[in-house]
């Protein structure tokens, strides 16, 4: 049953939602189609077919590139009208993300822009810097870059070396040097962290222009070769009073918050190359002939465009419940306050969307490079270029090791404080684990076994996570093998109820009638295997934390709540693959 908690971060993991209550890519209302319409058709007409020029690192059509993108508004989605910008929903930001990840050197280029550059002076600067900088930056005029990481301090970015001595007249002289800045080749304006007088970390926003700021030559990198990687260096660099960004020593507030959002869209734009591969891999494979026939008429072929599909839809049902929540949580109003609010609130499905999009795309994209065989591996075809463009993803905007850590520490804070009822939920799971209820004597209407998995599921990622909790009390963030289990059950939970909403939402539009469509083939396919992921996970974390009779009780109860009968994901599987065959596109 839902209550007002459901508002809250990782509430779903102690509550079930009604469909109702999420967004789904099939509800989007015309504004927010148009705007994702004219995102995709700048990306397709006019970025795609000038890649090659990115590629040789030409930052005048970059420029020209992300001034176009800002008269079409799509750098103006998160910036009120009195800085030039729209101002619209968050769902709106995702969208374009998702339209802009079509291209993933333009992409990073982009989100450098909006998310690391445009974010931060939004929430944390003052009117006079939003007037300065918003304009410009919304209008693609100037561009922006985010300077946090250092060679010595990439995971560990508190550990920034770069100092700040503030001089008599209140101005500051930033020294030190920063690693592989996106847009560091071109960008105008860095958003730069550094610690005042070794100790009080803060940000600062420096421009090109000022004194003693300079690049460092181009990376030489493995992919995105069409988005600039450089470093800055800064020598003795002269940066007025007047462009300290929030308040000294709270710059961990931007660092961090800015990355909350970065998350999500970064979901949103690997999404959006999932999105494009999937299309790339069932046309090849609907051409392509062996042995007298099309390759995707092959079982192994269509195994692999089926999971594709099915593990996208449940990113995009994850990307477009977040983004629904977040805006919910913004119904009130979007002033900085309350858009920081929002984005910590929902800080857990931030990092859950970033894990699994950027996984979901390195598996989607390697099954495309297989796809294409031989000329999965040549430049002739672009499988290649996105294979190697979206490792990346699994790095940046934290790296999955430290997101996955997230997640259960973010959710055993809040349940130490009282924040979310997980101790209470754990406490009474145990009581009733001698004796749960069969997964097999509910209803079996459509969808319902997979309501029951889903279900099933949850009580597991409790029983982890509660006895992680009671084993390590505070010691927990010790525990990272054990942390990492915990953070793939969620994961797979999130994803797992999303896909079951959202194919159930679309059934609630239809007819009612779930159980038929290819919407209902991805969640079950999708969550009978996270069932069996979940499982596993379950053993791993529970083993290393119980052993004699109580890990025996424990691993007895997992096996009674898991007992999912496994469905014939082969047929399901085939008619997704067969669908985006007959109609040469991903299907959602
Ligand atoms: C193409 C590209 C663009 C980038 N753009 C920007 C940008 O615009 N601005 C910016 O500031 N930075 C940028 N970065 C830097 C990026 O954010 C960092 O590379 C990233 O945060 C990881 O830091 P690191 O490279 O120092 O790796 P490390 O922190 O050294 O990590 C190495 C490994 O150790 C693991 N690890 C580290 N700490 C822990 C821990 N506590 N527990 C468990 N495992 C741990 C990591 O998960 C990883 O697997 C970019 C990087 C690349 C490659």
């Given amino acids: ?68 993108a800002g008269e079409l508004g799509l750098l103006a989605t998160d910036v009120p009208d009195a800085y030039g910008g729209i101002d619209v929903d968050k769902v709106s930001s995702v969208i374009v993300g998702e339209a802009v990840g079509r291209c993933a050197s333009f992409a990073t280029t982009f989100g450098a822009q909006t998310g690391l550059t445009i974010t931060p002076i939004l929430c944390f600067g003052t009117d006079d810097q939003k007037q300065r900088y918003l304009p410009r930056l919304v209008s693609g005029d100037i561009i922006g870059a985010y300077a946090l990481s250092e060679s010595g301090s990439g995971s560990d970015a508190l550990g920034a070396r770069a100092r700040a001595i503030q001089q008599p007249d209140g101005s500051y002289v930033l020294s030190g040097e920063k690693m592989w800045i996106t847009n560091g080749g071109f960008a105008d304006i860095f958003i730069v962290f550094a610690k005042i007088g070794g100790e009080h970390f803060s940000a600062f926003i420096v421009e090109r222009g000022f004194p003693g700021v300079s690049t460092g030559r181009e990376e030489h990198k493995l992919g995105l070769l069409g988005s600039s990687t450089t470093p800055l260096i800064l020598q003795d660099a002269k940066v ?99 858009i920081l609010a929002a984005l910590e609130e929902f800080a857990i499905e931030a990092s859950i969307l970033k894990v699994s999009s ?70 009474r799971l145990m009581d009733e684990i001698m004796a ?111 052993s004699g009779d109580t890990l025996r009780t424990l691993l007895a109860a997992l096996r009674r709540l898991l007992k999912v009968t496994p469905i014939n994901t082969v047929e399901l599987r085939r008619q997704l693959a067969d669908a985006a065959v007959e109609r040469r596109t991903y299907l959602f």
């Fill in 240 to 338: 007025p009073a007047a462009n300290l960004l929030g308040e000294i020593g709270k710059g961990h507030k931007i660092a961090f918050n800015t990355l909350n959002y970065g998350r999500l869209k970064l979901g949103a734009m690997c999404s959006g190359g999932a999105r494009l591969a999937i299309e790339e891999a069932v046309r090849y494979a609907s051409q392509r002939k062996q042995f007298g026939k099309p390759i995707a008429s092959f079982g192994a072929i269509r195994h692999k465009l089926g999971e594709m599909i099915a593990r996208q839809y449940a990113v995009e049902a994850m990307l477009y419940r977040t983004g629904g929540l977040i805006d919910g949580a913004l119904a009130a109003g979007h002033a900085p306050a309350q």
């Fill in 436 to 546: 749960p209820p069969s997964m097999e004597s509910a209803g079996d209407a459509p969808l319902d076994a997979e309501r029951r998995a889903v279900g099933a599921m949850k009580k597991v990622a409790l029983m982890v996570l509660g006895t992680a909790m009671q084993t390590y009390g505070e010691k927990l963030a010790d525990e990272q093998e054990v942390l990492l289990a915990a953070a793939d059950i969620a994961i797979d939970v999130y994803a797992s109820e999303s896909a079951l909403l959202r194919a159930l939402r679309v059934a609630d539009a239809r007819s009612g009638q779930a159980g038929t469509s290819l919407h209902d083939a991805a969640a079950r396919v999708f969550i009978n295997d996270a069932a069996v992921r979940v499982e596993a996970s379950a053993k791993t974390a529970l083993a290393a934390m119980a």
């Fill in 358 to 427: 950027s996984e979901t795309v390195d598996y989607i994209l390697d099954e495309n490079v297989q796809i294409h065989g031989g000329n999965g591996f040549v430049r002739d075809y672009p499988a290649e270029r996105h294979y190697r463009d979206a490792r990346v993803n699994r790095i940046f905007e934290g790296t999955n090791e430290i997101n996955r850590l997230l997640i259960p520490g973010i959710l055993a804070r809040r349940a130490f404080k009282g924040g979310l009822p997980l101790i209470p939920a754990a406490k």
């Fill in 1 to 68: 049953m839902a209550t007002e908690t459901m508002t809250r971060g990782g509430a779903w993991l102690i509550e079930d939602a009604p469909a109702d209550s999420v967004l789904t890519r099939e509800r989007l209302n015309d504004e927010q189609q148009l705007i994702g319409r004219t995102a995709e058709e700048f990306v397709d007409n006019e970025v795609l077919p000038t890649l090659d020029r990115l590629e040789q690192k030409d930052w005048t059509w970059a420029r020209t590139l992300v001034r176009r």
